[in-house]
């Protein structure tokens, strides 16, 4: 049996107990360790989860860690990988992968002349109901996609996140920070994307904190809060993306394709469940479900969240030396979607990508179970 990678943690903030508490239901790797620059971070995650607390460098020298997953904040995520990466070992990042093209290849380089992997979050298309949504693509259920749209609203991460700043500053906004989730899953449902242009603006120029020990501050806004985005991809489908942190309240379906012989609505990929429908040519809505082990709510009873997958594909795929899921080139065409959606923004132009990727091999019910301890 293939040793299991031994698999370490920077940055000990709110996701690093996700990744901690679902660990053992995975196969292929095992969390041993985890570093922060706060050491008081790192001993009481350490302690929460019976792991090791080490110093940032420590972990990096560390001899049974094969592989780091990078939890710090975005604009961390490019120093931090390039640590890892330079230490020899495999990284796994949370998302955004990083915040520009040119540091996506320079990773990638980096990694390729070591002989190293990259995975990125998001893992969530992963999922029971998207992985059923790729596989009613590519049986045509609904035709040929032609068009469609995802929406991603909310009045902003001040009302509910203790130290939001870094979501307003150059490198957050809702497109880097809830954006992968959705443009990673059409990636993977319709392949890479051609050409993007967008409008984007904002409804002020400062946010005040609503909850916490900071409730009632100021933080600056630096960045388009409000994306109007439109994605042509290479299949030939176009897909409207509406994001922001402006909004109230919305009634808009969350993912819908639109094709020849009919329409696809799909939840909500920040999960990696929910119901999807399709209402065929003349028809009514039908739910559509399949016994996928990442339907199962995991999560308050109502959520399926299997936060971790991809890094167990990536763990396995290592040892069974197949490319894995949430792979470099797809983050990095993610990367440069999301960042040229911005561009536009600024700059009125349509934008081509000059990165492209293969779509990521389908994660079927048997294929799942597979990663599953």
């Not at 709110?14 to 679902?22: D, F, G, K, V």
Request: glycine share 10%; aromatic share 6%.
């Amino acid at each position: 049996m293939t040793k299991d990678l031994g698999v370490g943690i920077i940055g000990c903030g709110n996701i690093s107990a996700a990744y901690l508490q679902l660990a053992p239901i995975f196969r292929g790797y095992d969390i041993v360790a985890v570093a922060d620059i706060n050491m008081d971070n790192a001993r009481a995650r350490a302690t929460e989860f019976d792991v090791r607390a080490h110093t940032v460098d420590d972990l990096l020298a560390a001899d049974d860690i094969d592989l780091v997953i990078n939890l710090t904040v975005p604009a961390a995520h490019v120093q931090v990988s390039r640590a890892i990466l330079q230490a020899g070992k495999h990284v796994y990042s949370e998302k955004p992968f990083v915040l520009s093209l040119a540091e996506a290849q320079e990773l990638g380089g980096i990694a390729k002349a070591n002989n190293l992997r990259i995975g990125s979050a998001p893992d969530t298309f992963l999922g029971a109901s998207h992985q059923l949504a790729r596989n009613l693509v590519d049986s045509s259920t609904i035709g040929t996609v032609t068009s469609g749209a995802a929406v991603v609203m909310s009045s902003g991460m001040e009302d509910w996140h203790p130290n939001p700043d870094f979501f307003f500053l150059k490198g957050g906004g809702p497109i880097l920070d809830l954006g992968p989730y959705y443009i990673c899953n059409l990636v993977q449902m319709l392949g890479p994307v051609k050409k993007v242009t967008s409008f984007t603006g904002m409804a002020s120029d400062t946010r005040i904190i609503q909850n916490g020990p900071r409730y009632g501050e100021t933080v600056p806004v630096q960045t388009p809060t409000t994306i109007h985005a439109i994605m042509s991809f290479e299949s030939g489908a176009i897909i409207s993306l509406l994001s922001s942190w402006d909004v109230w309240a919305s009634n808009h379906p969350t993912m819908e394709l639109y094709g020849t012989e009919g329409t696809m609505n799909v939840p909500d990929p920040n999960w990696f469940g929910g119901v999807l429908t399709v209402t065929e040519r003349g028809g009514e809505p039908i739910e559509k479900s399949w016994d996928h082990p990442f339907a199962i709510p995991n999560f308050e009873d109502v959520h399926a969240n299997y936060r971790g997958a991809g890094l167990a594909d990536m763990a396995l795929a290592i040892a069974a030396d197949r490319p894995h899921r949430c792979s470099s080139d797809f983050a990095t065409h993610v990367v440069e979607v999301m960042t040229a959606i911005l561009a536009a923004g600024e700059t009125g132009q349509v934008i081509t990508m000059t990165t492209t990727c293969e779509r990521p091999e389908g994660l079927g019910p048997d294929q799942a179970r597979a990663l599953l301890a």
